[in-house]
């Protein structure tokens, strides 16, 4: 089931949209039109990518042929590098929606003799514009002409004129730069660009690597100078327009139905409401992922979408077991109104984590989101980066009018009940599980220990997991809950 | 770059009597232009008299010829012949630079 889109605040300024998922909505549009628009960052970043799918995105949906001058790689190299990404330049170019001039700058093989400009660089890139009517440009890097020419004055006076040269012919130009050590770039072209200026950011700690945008600064357009994560995958790259919204979303008053009626029961008979986001932590065996499904069936008996991301189980183990606790979620997978998305927690960093799941949630538009369970993102990252990110993603999901479950595995006496402490002051509600023994019988136990904005029970409930699904029992007396972490001198410290 | 193998190689006799096929790329009649053609010619005359064809190729009449040699400073010499191509760039005024960048050290 797909929702309507949220309304897109109109630019104010001409844009050229880059027709990359995600930056469009961060830059309100697109790169400046007509304008200069510097991309700078460490070698790897992904600024030649980005630069590319510029261009190659222009060409296709946006009617807007493009030169790219390449002072790195060869037309030949070029195609390669992106024919993985399904991008076809030999087509774009037979077509003339294309062109791609390599420029050859080696110190070893010119010889300076006297006075000289880059005039030659100015007709050869005006005859390529000329040659297919472009309207965007990218000069991928230009500083390597640091490297081949040794007199920097002329070089910055020339810099400085091709820019000009660049906007008095309104051409849309994305210009890459070198990260510096101590400047964005290793040459200061950010001194000449004064319209938009880009950063990417590729960091590898503990062996994953996370990247970043930022965009420094854009003249004439209010945007969000947070580092926005980006990824890289098949289809190019996506960036993840998430920030820190002012809490400005909508707080619908409706509500969803838990999937357990005795549950709802304890929420003023109602379940949660529409759009609010849930936690559910307990240690291991507690029944956390039956309680997801139990939600989603719920969801999906509504006509609703899910979309369920699991990071410890396959979709199909975790078909298997839902069936075992009488819950089989099949019907709802072939109706196309579950889906699941299995992902290796180690696999990529935080950010591609976000990245990915933001990225499906725009594709999918679901009512209902499960995530299963947040406690292996921990293992990639630290507490802190898990509740910036999950800060994010749980804005994201508000604005978007969905409903979300969290799960997290907690150890009794373990950091990782820091991590449920960390994390649950983003979340509306919290259900905390939990195994005891009293006089030796195992039992679960089931608590709401916080939902805002309702009257809910505060009384531990067995839960009862068998054959039949999930059931609870009556209001226990001599639960172990209240004396935990997870008591409400916890809530407290939380919030 | 182009490079031509089919050529034998004779290295220092061949540069002393090779014949030399100079081109100079310009971009309209500019004071470093100007400066370039009339300081070619004079070293050339010095060290090659007769042994040299320099063509001047005006880029504001032909933008496509600037790919093939990979101009982007201007001026820039091309010595297309005798291989190896060699290519300096500037307008030429440092007489030395032009002599050792197109190496006509033992030209006489």
Known sequence: MRRPRPKIVRPSLAKAPTGIQGLDEVTGGGLPKGRVTLLCGSAGCGKSLLAMEFLVHGAVRYGEAGVCMDFEETEEKLRANVASLGFDLRALIRRKKLLVDYVSVDRNQIAETGEYNLEGLFIRLAHAVKAIKAKRVVLDSIEALFGGLTDSTMLRAELRRLFHWLEDHKLTAVVTGEAGEHTLTRHGLEEYIADCVIALDHRVTEQISTRRLRVVKYRGTSHGTDEYPFLIDREGISVVPITSLALAHEAPTDRVSTGIPALDEMMEGKGFFRASSVLVSGTSGTGKSSLAANFIRAACARGEGCLYFAFEESPNQILRNMRSVGLDLEPSVKKRLLHFHAMRPTSIGLEGHLAAVHKLIEKLRPSVVVIDPITNLVSVSGTYNVKSMLMRLVDFLKVEQITSMFTNLTFAGDPQERTAAAVSSLMDTWIVLRDSRPNGRPRRELYVLKSRGMAHSREPRELIVSERGIELGNVLRDHALATTVAGPGAVAAAE | ?108
Request: net charge positive; hydrophobic share 40%; charged share 30%.
């Open chain 2, 1 to 108: 770059m182009k490079k031509s193998s089919a050529r034998k190689r004779r290295p220092a006799k061949t540069s002393r009597s090779a014949f030399c096929r100079l081109r100079l790329y310009i971009a309209g009649q500019t004071p470093n232009s100007i400066a370039a053609i009339a300081n070619l010619r004079k070293i050339c005359e010095d060290k090659l008299r007769g042994k040299y064809r320099i063509e001047v190729v005006d880029l504001l009449e032909k933008p496509q010829l600037a790919k093939g040699d990979q101009i982007i400073a201007i001026p820039a010499l091309v010595r297309r012949l005798p291989p190896p191509v060699k290519k300096i760039i500037g307008n030429l005024s440092k007489t030395e630079s032009v002599i050792v960048g197109l190496d006509l050290r033992l030209a006489r």
